[in-house]
Nanobody, 125 residues
């Protein structure tokens, strides 16, 4: 059974940066594509970014393209989300998710098999 644990959330001022981490365990990490999603109060969970199992291919939502960077270290079983130039509208609970590699890209919640518990990111204006 795959387990995902996010960390790195917090409170930051607009224009600032945060780096989220997601620790993966329970299976072979390099067999899985990884994604980040977020959910703001009263809104649906939405796709943020995804990275291929090898780390060489990434995919971003338009709203974060150019500001966020997804990366992974397979040797550490960890995926990261570097968030720069943060805006108040980036405030949300951020979730990492995984699915076994196959069709690419995947940006819908139902396409992911495993989810972390989430980490809160709050951007003040």
């Amino acid at each position: 059974q795959v387990q995902l644990v996010e960390s790195g959330g917090g409170l930051v001022q607009a224009g600032g940066s945060l780096r989220l981490s997601c620790a993966f365990s329970g299976r072979t990490f390099s067999w899985y594509d990884m994604g980040w999603f977020r959910q703001a109060p009263g809104k649906e969970r939405e796709f943020v970014a995804a990275i291929r199992w090898s780390g060489g291919i990434t995919y971003y939502a338009d709203s974060v393209q150019g500001r966020f960077i997804i990366s992974r270290e397979n040797a550490k079983n960890t995926v990261y989300l570097q968030m720069n130039s943060l805006k108040p509208e980036d405030t949300a609970v951020y979730y990492c998710a995984s699915h076994s590699y196959g069709r690419w890209p995947r940006a819908e919640t139902y396409e992911y098999d495993y989810w972390g518990q989430g980490t809160q990111v709050t951007v003040s204006s």
